[in-house]
């Protein structure tokens, strides 16, 4: 039965009852469910969009919903059309049954477009199919994975939150459409050349939004209107960040902040990394090596340098807290087995920040001991439930079984810290570090890392596809180990070679940050606390050479110089929910060479910056685009360039002292 009701249009049959209806201008939500009633729950759809009078018409073979430029078209059998206002499918749902003799595709092979499997407790293992409208078709965003692919079209992912791999199911057609699977379960895209399908291990609901838009920078924004936006990026984050895998002591993290300084080097961040703690779970300094973490701050700020601190959720059974959030149900439940979560350096529980009294008790300790002493940055770190998933009942939005979990984590991880930092200390332009996102983690500050990568070329070129499609999925905020996380050693001229491209490329990144855990690994310092959680070489600008410290200190210095410009896209982020870093059609859409580009990016809309990405390379072939003029930029240090009409390709040379970067004039 097809009927309209509440501005909405309804398509009822058996147990199953679709709901499309206007959320926001050229979009429609699409739910489906077999329970008797629509789940409640937004999930990434938090801010309310304005009110909409969609058209709705009902006939005796179909029923038609429009909301400005989008038009959805419901069979009386209850199968999907979605079309622009060029009445051009972008979305059609892939069925093959005969229950509708009349359908062109009507076929014997019994496939359902919405297939709900019963699962015990109540949810539905879910599968959504749809048919891929066009072979020629790119697709965008998805979040962040380990791979070189920049189009996904034709890919299998995963969904589901691991170390380096962050699920944000939001994808940007070149067909002229954004479509967000708004279902936090664990699951898989697959978007093949003959059906595209999304998949929910544990729901209760299919839930979809889709946008049509003319440019992708519509898409997006539409996009951030409805899912939120990234407050405006501190001016401390704007700058150099320095990190390594462990400063081990209050006295060597000192050092190295005083060294930048005598150098006259820029520096903005540095960061205390984990077990700086007694013992997980206790979110305080251990007075054993950091004796006096007031003074230590108080010094930092007197350098204009700022403090991160890590957080991890991890409860160590012999911390201080265990037993309190324990028996104030303030830690994840398993399903089965030990409750054990993770036993790295003792045996710990997951705090579960789906539980306001968790995200408050955290706060507020992680408050006392570094925000009220100076603390303005957190790192929220092992974000990813990736440890026994199948285990531990971490969410409990589902009455169902564990499965429907998985991904929303850290956005309540985030917002434990949001929330706390603009009620407690009135900070409204706040930052927290994390490993993993979902759509709608943006709101409360989340500058997402790529994780613990390779230290090596492969993995260089991997970070190029994550975090473009990362920015698409509304994560503007976003930045990657510069030389990668795993090994590395800084007098290994090949390594050398490899960190330097990847500060260069770090410089043009939404966050500029060197991090990593080099080799050899350095001796233990003491033997209590974390102590034993030892760590790895120098990894400040100055330990890999002096060729390298030159050309390091060279674009820390452009970096601060492009301080203003960086300044001005955190801006556009904040208000619009623009990428930071960007695709080349995202500029250009115009362009079809735009669309087929994989190895250049735009900083902003200003910069069009081509990464050497491979060993040895010391020239390379760069796209300018149609549309504008360009000038060599490089450094910032190119004198009287000349200016190239755009539509054609140059190969330009870059010793290492040179990453290519053009000036869009």
């Known amino acids: 039965m097809l009927f309209s009701k509440d501005n909405a249009l309804h398509f009822t049959y058996d147990s199953e009852h679709v709901q499309i209806e206007p959320w926001g201008p050229n979009a429609l939500r699409v739910r489906a469910t077999k329970w008797h009633i629509l789940p409640a729950e937004n999930w990434a759809l938090t801010i309310t969009p304005p009110n909409s009078s969609p058209s709705i018409s009902i006939h005796d073979d179909h029923a038609e919903i429009a909301n400005g430029s989008i038009t959805a078209t419901v069979s009386s059998r209850g199968k999907i059309i979605i079309q622009n206002a060029k009445g051009e499918r972008i979305l059609e749902e892939y069925q093959r049954n005969r229950v509708d003799v009349e359908d062109p595709k009507c076929s014997a092979l019994l496939v359902d477009a919405r297939e709900f499997k019963p699962l015990l407790g109540g949810d539905y293992h879910l599968t959504y199919r749809l048919e891929s409208v066009d072979r020629k078709e790119k697709i965008y965003g998805m979040g962040q994975y380990q791979q070189s692919f920049l189009d996904l079209k034709g890919l299998d992912l995963e969904m589901a939150q691991r170390n380096s791999q962050a699920s944000v199911p939001f994808m940007l057609s070149s067909l002229g459409y954004g479509m967000l699977w708004n279902n936090p379960a664990v699951g898989r895209a697959v978007l093949g050349k003959n059906i595209m399908s999304f998949e929910a291990q544990s729901t209760k609901v299919l839930d979809y939004w889709i946008v049509a838009g003319d440019t992708p920078a519509q898409i997006v924004e539409a996009y951030a209107d409805v899912t939120g936006k990234v407050p405006m990026m501190p001016e401390y984050g704007l700058g150099f960040w320095q990190c390594k895998l462990r400063y081990q002591t209050q006295e060597e993290l000192l050092d190295v902040a005083r060294e930048y300084r005598k150098r006259n080097l820029p520096l903005d961040v540095i960061v205390v990394d984990f077990f700086h703690w007694p013992k997980q779970g206790e979110w305080k300094f251990d007075p054993t090596y950091w004796e006096d973490p007031d003074a230590m701050i108080k010094e930092l700020q007197s350098m204009n340098i700022e403090l991160l601190v890590s957080i991890w959720p991890t409860v160590d059974k012999r911390s201080e807290n265990y037993d309190y959030m324990l028996e104030h149900g303030m830690l994840i439940r398993q399903d089965r087995g030990l409750r054990v979560a993770m036993d790295f350096q003792g045996d710990t529980v997951h705090a579960d920040f789906t539980n306001p009294a968790a995200r408050e008790f955290v706060w507020k300790t992680a408050k006392k001991n570094y925000y009220d002493k100076g603390v303005k940055l957190f790192w929220l770190d092992e974000a990813e439930p990736e440890y026994n998933v199948y285990d531990f009942d971490i969410y409990r939005y589902h009455s169902g079984t564990v499965l429907s979990t998985g991904n ?158 960086v300044r001005e896209l955190m801006t556009q982020a904040h208000e619009k929910g623009t990428p930071v870093i960007r695709t080349l059609f995202f500029e250009f859409p115009e362009d079809e060479k735009c669309w087929e580009i994989e190895d250049q990016y735009l900083f902003g809309s200003k910069y069009l910056v081509a990464p050497v990405l491979y060993k040895g390379m010391e020239k390379r072939e760069v796209y300018l685009p149609k549309g504008a003029k360009w000038r060599r930029f490089d450094d910032g240090e190119v004198k009287d360039a000349e200016e190239v009409e755009g539509g054609k390709t140059v190969e330009v040379e870059c010793p290492l002292a040179v990453m290519p970067v053009f000036e869009r004039v």
Not at 419 to 437: F, H, S, T
Not at 449 to 460: L, N, P
Not at 464 to 488: M, Q, S, Y
């Open 408 to 565: 929303a984590y850290p956005v309540d991880y985030a917002r434990a810290f949001y929330e706390g930092m603009v009620k407690d200390g009135k900070q409204k332009d706040v930052c927290n570090l994390i490993r993993c996102a979902w759509a709608g983690s943006q709101r409360f500050g989340t500058l997402l890392w790529s994780g613990d990568i390779a230290s090596s070329w492969g993995s260089f070129r991997d970070q190029f596809a994550a975090g473009l499609n990362v920015g698409i999925a509304g994560i503007p905020w976003w930045t990657t180990d510069i030389g990668g996380f795993h090994g590395g050693n800084p007098k290994h001229p090949e390594f050398r070679e490899l960190c330097t491209r990847w500060f260069q490329y770090g410089c043009f990144c939404p966050v500029f940050r060197l991090h990593g855990h080099r080799e050899p690994m350095q001796p233990q310092h003491g033997t209590t606390g974390g102590a034993t959680c030892i760590s790895g070489a120098p990894n400040e600008v100055w330990s890999y050479g002096a060729e390298c410290y030159e050309i390091m200190k060279k674009y820390l210095f452009l970096r601060e110089r492009l301080r203003p410009y």
